[in-house]
């Protein structure tokens, strides 16, 4: 079956946008696969599916754009001061907050029409996720019916 130029093909490492807090947002997905081969002549085979998010979470996001700059600037300011002495202190610090791949709006309400985000984006993920699914399924009953084979050659 001929494939049409728009249609998503899966990569080992793809990146798809996330329209959370800033344009920096990213889903980094790897498929990772480590064969190596050992001094007596077997093999060990890794293989991985990875999902890191990057997402851009402060809590003075919540604040209002249309606040004075002064007073924005300070909310900022004391923030990441609270914070620094947070992670002096305790070593750690945790952000939590939510990340959106797909979202849309109208608002009958309000008369607004927002754009629908991350659709296709979505779809490539998922679609990325099974393509690398079956990938690693199919690798893994090979390894195995390898792996029987070799343990049955030893044993006779």
Partial sequence: MKQSKSEFEPRNTEFFECDCYGT???IR??????VWKNSDGTESNDR???ITFETHLADWDKYDIRANFLVKFWQKFSWRIRNAFRILLTGVITQRGYFSPCRSLVDRKESTV???????TTKNLAKWLDTKADEIKADYEADLVKWEEERKSVTI
């Fill in 29 to 34: 997905a790897e498929y990772s696969k480590w």
């Fill in 114 to 120: 927002e754009n629908m985000f991350g659709y296709q």
């Fill in 48 to 50: 991985e599916l990875n």
């Fill in 24 to 26: 920096n947002d990213l």
